[in-house]
């Protein structure tokens, strides 16, 4: 009893979930609408593993193909008989329905993602850290992203329509030259975003990489490729005499490469969008009343109109998140990262390696489908109007 509760632990924590959220959600609209939202989230992942698996059927070749493909190399002969029966034991021969259920119970019951046949070993194996090394890297780029993208863009939709000196004769001088310095200083700062945001969007993030890389071999220094240096890439982070600093330092000189590159066209693209949601909610009428009542300045824009574009960013965090993971495969290749999107790249284009493929491209949808569904409860919370509309509708 003990090892089945063990090898099925995924299925009771998602059923254990689900029981929870229905019990809460009888009591409560907050909760039956978390409830329903993580009911269209399983369902959506679902979908998403059976378009994955059909995909990598598609695919040329099976697993048995490539393990016998592999013993021709160490000269054996290998009759098609042979190349039947390792097609029935590894239960291919079977059709692709029933094989994508088997696939998605192993999933489901204990977290299993395959057989990696260019490996040899299971996909879990395969994978190790490299996917959380991948994740860290998209929340970092994510990160980056809206703490660069949501300031600023709040400072560039409030300067679009300033003009570049004070001119109010109501001011004494010595307010108008510091109000001037300061609306001069905004401008010039609107003027540069929009020109990051523009080459944001046009140029490449692998031609980002590129240009910088050759920076630092023009100027003559060591390129911040991979993740640490010779030196330091075989070293241990504690040895005898304790933590390793220098590791840790070596390590930061060549994580910040991967994390502005992939965070370069969100960054820009956010921008974009921020300084657009803040001028559209800055130009209605509940803000010219607010201002007629008095309210001005900072105060207004604080708990008007940037109050009520922030939510929307929301409902983009999971679109940024895959758009970045997108990115990251190419961007790996060319700074020489040993992650999970080099690995697909490999699975994909050297080795022909669909479970594996399979295996990190439903990951990478899982991690997608909760962040929407995280940004969804987020929004319940901070928007009762959101769930309100939600509930009216269902007639609950």
């Not at 054996?76 to 029933?98: F, K």
């Not at 031609?207 to 050759?214: F, H, P, Q, R, Y």
């Not at 640490?228 to 930061?252: C, H, I, T, V, Y």
């Amino acid at each position: 009893m003990q090892a089945f509760l063990t090898n099925t632990w995924l299925l009771w924590l998602l059923s254990g979930t689900a029981a929870l959220l229905w019990w809460r959600g009888r009591s409560s609209q907050l909760f039956y609408y978390i409830f329903n939202r993580y009911l269209l989230a399983l369902g959506t992942l679902l979908l998403v593993s059976g378009i994955v698996f059909s995909l990598m059927e598609v695919l040329p070749g099976d697993c048995a193909e490539k393990m016998i493909a592999y013993k021709n190399t160490q000269g054996e002969v290998i009759t098609q008989a042979q190349i039947d029966a390792e097609r029935a034991r590894m239960g291919l021969d079977q059709p692709l329905p029933v094989r994508w259920a088997s696939w998605v119970a192993d999933l489901t019951l204990k977290g299993d993602l395959g057989f990696s046949c260019a490996k040899r070993q299971s996909v879990n194996m395969a994978l190790g850290d490299r996917f959380w090394m991948s994740l860290g890297f998209c929340i970092a780029g994510l990160l980056f992203a809206y703490l660069i993208a949501v300031p600023f863009g709040i400072l560039s939709a409030w300067s679009l329509n300033k003009p570049w000196l004070d001119r109010k004769r109501h001011h004494t001088p010595l307010r108008r030259l510091r109000n001037s310095i300061g609306l001069v200083i905004a401008k010039l700062v609107d003027l540069q975003l929009r020109l990051i945001s523009y080459l944001g969007l046009a140029l490449p993030n692998f031609l980002l990489a590129l240009s910088i890389i050759l920076l630092y071999v023009f100027a003559g220094e060591p390129t911040p490729t991979g993740l640490f240096s010779d030196e330091w890439r075989g070293q241990p982070w504690f040895a005898e005499q304790g933590f390793q600093w220098g590791k840790l330092n070596d390590f930061m000189g060549h994580i910040w490469l991967p994390i502005l590159v992939i965070g370069w066209a969100a960054t820009a693209l956010q921008l974009q969008t921020v300084r657009a949601l803040v001028v559209d909610e800055s130009n209605k009428l509940y803000v010219e009343a607010a201002r007629a009542r008095g309210i001005d300045g900072f105060r207004l824009w604080s708990r008007y109109p940037v109050r009520h574009s922030i939510s929307p960013l929301f409902n983009s965090v999971g679109f940024d998140f895959q758009r970045i993971f997108n990115d990251l495969p190419i961007v790996a290749v060319v700074i020489g990262l040993t992650d999970a999107a080099a690995l697909l790249i490999e699975a994909l284009a050297m080795t022909n390696d669909q479970e594996l493929a399979a295996g990190i491209l439903f990951l990478v949808a899982l991690v997608v489908i909760g962040m929407n569904f995280i940004t969804d409860v987020i929004l319940a919370v901070l928007d009762p109007r959101v769930r309100n509309s939600v509930m009216q509708a269902g007639g609950h």
